[in-house]
């Protein structure tokens, strides 16, 4: 089947810089939509950012200027550089995409492939 594996996770100070990673991995066809999304100790999993194969983006409003999403298609990657960091971005940041593989050379699609997540932790 298909994975997603999340990495660059870590501590860093406020105002600090950190740059997470996915990659895709599997029988892979396409992939269409990928984000980043986020938890915080009991609170709901948030959107962060999320970018489509055009490469068109969006941004929750609380990273708006601060956080970038690019991706490469031909990688099968995504990426999250996430600048001028605030304790509240403190959350697992999980990677998530939109995939269709082949198991058994017949076509599948996931419309919610989840990575493990990544802890980030931004101290004050």
């Known amino acids: 089947q298909v994975q997603l594996v999340e990495s660059g996770g870590g501590l860093v100070q406020a105002g600090g810089s950190l740059r997470l990673s996915c990659v895709a991995s599997?029988?892979?066809?396409?992939?269409?939509?990928m984000g980043w999304y986020r938890q915080a100790p009991g609170k709901q999993r948030e959107l962060v950012a999320a970018?489509?194969?055009?490469?068109?983006?969006n941004y929750a409003d609380s990273v708006k200027g601060r956080f970038t999403i690019s991706r490469d298609n031909a990688r099968n990657r995504v990426y999250l550089q996430m600048n001028s960091l605030k304790p509240e971005d403190t959350a697992v940041y999980y990677c998530?995409?939109?995939?269709?593989?082949?198991?058994?050379?017949?076509?599948?699609?996931?419309?919610?492939?989840w990575g493990q997540g990544t802890q980030v932790t931004v101290s004050s």
């Open positions: 599997g029988t892979i066809f396409s992939i269409n939509a």
């Open positions: 998530n995409a939109e995939i269709s593989y082949y198991e058994n050379y017949v076509r599948r699609d996931i419309s919610d492939c």
């Open positions: 970018v489509a194969r055009s490469g068109s983006t």
